[in-house]
C-alpha cells in the first residue's frame, strides 16, 4: 500500500523566515496531494494542494512542488508569521483513502 | 461554504456509558468519513460511507458503531469502551466516493473515557 514519508518531524525558525516540509509518497498511481495545517484543539483545514498534472502551485505566502517522477512534494512558507504555527500534514490519495505522512510541528519564534 | 460541523465538542464517558457523536455537511457530498486522531499523530481512518452505505471498514471493533441516516449526517455510536479509545474524532466528508478531491474535515469531538 501506499506509504507517505514526511520530513522533518519538527521545525523551528525566526518570524520571516521561510520554511519548507517535505513529503515522498510509494504509489505511482497517486495524483492528489492536499497540505493540512491543525492548529490547537481545531480539525484539519485544507491550505492548498496539487494534483499531478501541475509542477507547482502558488497560494499568497504558501506553495507546493511536486515532482511526480522522484515522486516528492513539498510545501514552501515564505514570510512566516506566528499564527503559522501548527502541525502541518502532507496526504497522498491512494486506493480510495487518503493516507497522511506523520505530521510536521512548525513553530515560529516572534 | 466548505463546513463541516461535530457535536458535541467534549465528551467524558465511563466504560459503561453509551453515547453518540454526530457530524452534518451541507456541501452535498457524497462521502463522509470517521478518523480517530491520538495526540501528536496523523487522523487514522475508521470508517467511510459512500452514498450512503458503508464501504470501508478499517477493521475497527464493534463498540464504536457508525451510521448515516441521511446524506448529509453521519452518526457514530459509542459503547462499552475502553481508556484507549479516548481521542479526537474527526468527521470529514469529500464530494465524490473514490474520486481524488479534497476531504473537509471537521473540528473534532475530544472524547475522554474513564
Known amino acids: 500500500g501506499e506509504n507517505v514519508e514526511q520530513h522533518p518531524s519538527t521545525l523551528s525558525v525566526q518570524e520571516g523566515d521561510s520554511a519548507v516540509i517535505k513529503c515522498t509518497y510509494s504509489?505511482?498511481?497517486?495524483?492528489?496531494f492536499p497540505w493540512y495545517k491543525q492548529e490547537l484543539g481545531k480539525g484539519p483545514q485544507l491550505i492548498i494542494d496539487?494534483?499531478?498534472?501541475?509542477g507547482e502551485k502558488k497560494d499568497q505566502r504558501i506553495a507546493v512542488t511536486l515532482n511526480k517522477t522522484a515522486k516528492h512534494f513539498s510545501l514552501h512558507i515564505t514570510e512566516t508569521q506566528p499564527e503559522d504555527s501548527a502541525v502541518y500534514f502532507c496526504?497522498?490519495?491512494?486506493?480510495?483513502?487518503?493516507?497522511f505522512g506523520k505530521g510536521t510541528k512548525l513553530s515560529v519564534k516572534p | 461554504d466548505t463546513e463541516v460541523t461535530q457535536t458535541p465538542k467534549h465528551l467524558v464517558m465511563g466504560m459503561t456509558n453509551k453515547k453518540s457523536l454526530k457530524c452534518e455537511q451541507h456541501m452535498g457530498h457524497r462521502a463522509m468519513y470517521w478518523y480517530k486522531q491520538k495526540a501528536k499523530k496523523p487522523p487514522e481512518l475508521m470508517f467511510v460511507?459512500?452514498?450512503?452505505?458503508?464501504?470501508i471498514n478499517e477493521s475497527v471493533p464493534s463498540r464504536f458503531s457508525p451510521e448515516c441516516p441521511n446524506s448529509s449526517l453521519l452518526n457514530l455510536h459509542l459503547h462499552a469502551l475502553q481508556p484507549e479509545d479516548s481521542a479526537l474524532y474527526l468527521c470529514?466528508?469529500?464530494?465524490?466516493?473514490?474520486?481524488?478531491?479534497?476531504?473537509?474535515f471537521g473540528p473534532g469531538t475530544r472524547l475522554l473515557v474513564l
Open positions: 470529514a466528508s469529500s464530494p465524490s466516493p473514490l474520486a481524488q478531491e479534497t476531504q473537509y
Open positions: 504509489d505511482s498511481a497517486s495524483n492528489y
Open positions: 460511507y459512500s452514498y450512503e452505505k458503508l464501504s
Open positions: 496526504a497522498a490519495w491512494s486506493q480510495g483513502n487518503l493516507i
Open positions: 496539487i494534483r499531478s498534472n501541475v
